[in-house]
């Protein structure tokens, strides 16, 4: 699946951004999906994903501030980030990896990669 991400941008510690990610087909049930981001001289790192039974799975620094959502209609998914912190400076990614039967909830073999969003926040 094609996935392209959208709505990266500069904020002030504290401001919010909301990334959206296209994807090419639909996604029903065949594809785990998820946000990384990769900050300069870092690791990729998992930042949002879905388990099987559709419930959000996040990283632990940033629970309670970021939201994963899908729309399957629009064959879209979204992060809304909020109480940003220079720390979430990174590039960021939406992925997807087909998976039939569903095994999602982590962030491991993911195959698909949008291009990425820079997210960048100053203090």
């Known amino acids: 699946v094609h996935l392209v991400e959208s709505g990266g941008g500069s904020v002030q510690d504290g401001g919010s951004l909301r990334l959206s990610c296209a994807a090419s087909e639909y996604f029903g049930n065949r594809y785990c999906l998820a946000w990384f981001r990769q900050a300069p001289g870092k690791e990729r790192e998992g930042v949002a994903t879905?388990?099987?039974?559709?419930?959000?799975v996040y990283a632990d620094s940033v629970k309670g501030r970021f939201t994963i959502s899908l729309d399957l209609a629009s064959n879209a998914m979204y992060l809304q980030m909020i109480i940003l912190k220079p720390e979430d400076t990174a590039t960021y990614y939406c992925?997807?990896?087909?998976?039939?039967?569903?095994?999602?909830?982590?962030?491991?073999?993911?195959?698909?990669w949008g291009p990425g969003t820079q997210v960048t926040v100053s203090s």
């Open positions: 992925a997807a990896k087909f998976s039939v039967p569903r095994r999602c909830g982590d962030f491991s073999r993911f195959t698909d």
């Open positions: 879905f388990a099987n039974n559709g419930i959000p």
